[in-house]
């Protein structure tokens, strides 16, 4: 049953990972940001990572149930605490920016907050969640998948910042001068 969920998994963020592609070299294509909260893109992104995201969760606890007695209790004390904070900031990370924002919609341009530090926080704070569920878990199938997913974040910046500044102008281009993409102290 683990082979299976792996591999819906990994086939899901596949296509996001194939369409994010045809974004970057398909000029006058755009998957990620979507066009319209009612877009192709958009239903295709976010059912594509629903179903990711499940089976995360299911590959997770099948495999962290079959964690031998002999667990390494560091993996455990480090695990704990990067999963809790890392997704913990990126929830946090997400109020702030707002709902709609966090998926795609055009809502607002956020540059206080976690967005002070950086252009990025939720994808920065994300990774250590993702390290801390695989040093919890430690199966090599959940390490590709948090892989993949480690990926993506890095690579969607680079999606995003041409519709940004397509929809903000200015606005998000002196933000981009003086907040670092990743993280960093702002520059005046």
């Known amino acids: 049953m683990s082979t299976a969920i792996f591999a ?7 296509v996001i990972v194939v369409l994010g592609l045809a974004s970057v070299l398909r000029e006058g294509w755009r998957f990620w940001p979507p066009p319209s ?3 192709a893109p958009y239903h295709l992104f976010w059912w594509s990572f629903r179903v990711y995201f499940v089976g995360l969760i299911l590959l997770s606890v099948a495999d962290f149930a079959r964690l031998e007695e002999g667990t390494s209790w560091w993996r455990l004390g480090l695990g704990i605490p990067l999963l809790l904070s890392g997704f913990g900031l990126a929830i946090y990370g997400t109020g702030q920016l ?6 795609g919609v055009q809502e607002g341009l956020k540059t206080d907050g976690m967005y002070r530090w950086s252009r990025n926080p939720i994808y920065v704070v994300t990774i250590p969640g993702l390290l ?7 199966s090599l199938r959940l390490y590709a ?15 995003e ?19 670092p993409r990743f993280l960093g102290w702002p520059r005046r």
């Open 161 to 179: 910042e041409p519709w940004l500044e397509e929809r903000y102008g200015e606005a998000y281009r002196d933000y981009r001068r003086r907040v």
């Open 8 to 14: 819906v998994s990994l086939a899901s963020i596949s």
């Open 98 to 103: 707002g709902w709609e924002n966090a998926h």
């Open 132 to 138: 801390g569920l695989g040093l919890l878990v430690h």
């Open 37 to 39: 909260r009612s877009s």
């Open 145 to 159: 998948l948090l892989a993949i997913w480690a990926v993506l974040y890095f690579a969607a910046p680079f999606l």
